[in-house]
């Protein structure tokens, strides 16, 4: 039995490990700003299938990581991200039903607040910020959500269809 | 994908525990915030987890590294040649710079000497690898492959061949994090090379200007101008090349002039950076003394 849950768990955190280190990889200064927040989509989609394994827990720890490795206040990243999951896993299942066009609005909103987090509190620490450059990971993670959701739709028949 | 049966399998989350727990978390990362803004209480658990992010940043790492690897132990015998002999030729033009160098730094000491001023001493450097930048555009800050273990501490100059490139914030035990010159929250003082005007050099979020806001519309500065550390900030030694005046623009009406710099450092495209360790004898350990030159002679 509990050989067969970590089984389940290893494609999940397997998948968080993998954003995490996407959204470390250094890139060109020109396409670094529409780097999709993967971490994010990442947690957005477990949050939604399995809300009662993965959500604000687990958001808040990858939070915490995220902030030590991007060297930002303690607390940002773990608050913005527990927010943003706690919606999801509050609305998991009107989620779960949307069409896939509808699931992408859902999820540009959902991004769109966790930027609005971060932009804020970096306001509220007195942080120089521009409002304007925090649209570019919104909008690629948007696109990305419809190819992102099928690919860990896949990963997820997969295990249960092996375990 | 997402089918509506997987709901029998997984039973929603009872909504007050959800909430709760929430709740509970969200009180506890605004508690970390402000703590973490006013007090350095949370460095040690930065520290602590930040070691466990490391293995994150190898990997991360790897590829270019692995990359680069390659690409140096598959280089043919001729590209060595012409690269060895490029070397030579470099090496040459710095040793020859170096005697120059060395006369002018005797006659420094002597002449300080005989001001009975205390002289300079030289720093300790060494070569510390960039393993990755942030991925925030508004914060410039870089982790480097040096840590506590190595004598790294907070606030230490961080420098390259061509000038300065920015500051230790955060000395973990294997690596570290650094902010550079260019981050909007770093300002650095400087001093005009030609006439030894003071001034603060602000970073401005781009990594090819620094601001210099400070300056009145009647201050002697001109483009061209060389900015150096001026060491009255503590963190930076003094002497140092960091920016290059490019445009100085006198409005009447404001009481200051604006002013912006080139940093001589090409900050998004450096891959190594130098550790400085201000007044400690130059041990001359492999690379240490080499670079050493490259950066101070800058004429």
Same mark, same amino acid.
């Given at each position: ?16 490990v ?16 529409y780097?999709p ?9 477990w ?10 827990g ?16 303690l ?18 299942l ?10 992408t ?19 509220v620490?007195g ?18 959500w ?18 | ?6 709901n ?12 709760l ?10 508690l970390l915030l ?33 990359? !680069? ?8 015998r001729?590209? =060595?040649?012409? #690269? @060895?002999? *490029? %070397? /030579? +030729?470099?090496? !040459? ?10 006369? =002018?730094?005797? #006659? @420094?000491? *002597? %002449? /300080? +000497? ?8 030289s ?19 870089v ?20 000038g ?65 550390t ?11 090349p960091v ?5 100085v623009?006198r ?23 130098m550790?400085?360790?201000?007044g400690?004898?130059?041990?001359t ?11 101070d002679?800058?004429?």
């Open positions: 039995m509990s050989k067969d849950r970590s089984a389940r768990r290893l494609p999940v955190v397997f998948s968080i993998v954003a995490l280190m996407l959204s470390m990889v250094p890139l060109p200064d020109v396409i670094d700003p780097r927040d993967w971490v994010a989509l990442t947690l957005i989609y949050a939604m299938t399995l809300p009662r394994s993965y959500s604000v687990t958001a808040w720890v990858v939070g915490i990581v995220l902030d030590i490795a991007h060297g930002t206040l607390g940002q990243y773990a608050l913005a991200m527990c927010f943003m999951i706690y919606v999801t896993a509050k609305f998991h009107q989620l779960r039903v949307f069409p896939l066009s509808q699931m609005a859902t999820v540009f909103a959902l991004l769109s607040l966790y930027q609005f987090l971060l932009f804020w509190i970096n306001g620490a942080l120089h910020t521009e409002a304007v450059s925090y649209w570019g990971p919104v909008l690629t993670g948007t696109a990305l419809p190819l992102l959701s099928t690919i860990f739709g896949g990963i997820r028949y997969r295990v249960r269809a092996s375990s | 994908m997402v089918s509506a049966s997987s029998n399998q997984h039973r929603a989350p009872s909504g007050p525990a959800l909430g727990r929430f709740l509970l978390l969200a009180c506890l990362s605004i402000v703590i973490d803004q006013r007090q350095n209480y949370l460095d040690i658990a930065r520290k602590a987890i930040g070691a466990f992010v490391y293995p994150l940043h190898v990997v991360v790492d790897a590829p270019i590294s692995t990359w !680069l690897w390659i690409t140096e132990s598959t280089a043919t001729n590209e =060595l040649q012409l #690269e @060895n002999s *490029r %070397l /030579r +030729a470099e090496r !040459l033009l710095t040793n020859a710079r170096l005697q120059k160098y060395a006369a =002018l730094e005797a #006659e @420094n000491t *002597r %002449l /300080r +000497a005989m001001l009975e001023a205390t002289p300079r001493s720093d300790r450097i060494r070569v510390s690898e960039i393993m990755s930048v942030s991925a925030n555009p508004f914060r410039h800050v982790v480097v492959d040096k840590g506590t273990r190595d004598g790294v501490f907070d606030g230490q100059a961080m420098v390259d061949a061509n300065v490139v920015g500051q230790v914030i955060e000395a973990g035990l294997l690596s570290s994090q650094g902010i550079l010159i260019s981050d909007p929250d770093h300002a650095l003082p400087v001093e005009v090379n030609r006439n030894g005007l003071r001034t603060i050099a602000v970073g401005s979020g781009e990594f090819a200007r620094l601001d210099l806001p400070f300056l009145a519309n009647n201050a002697d500065i001109q483009e061209g101008d060389l900015l150096v001026s060491g009255l900030g503590g963190a930076f030694p003094a002497g140092y920016a290059v005046v490019d445009a623009k409005i009447p009406q404001e009481p200051f002039a604006s002013v912006s710099a080139i940093p001589s450092a090409a900050l998004n495209q450096i891959r190594e950076v550790l400085i360790w201000p400690i004898a130059a041990e350990d492999e690379t240490a003394s080499a670079s050493e030159d490259a950066g002679v800058d004429e």
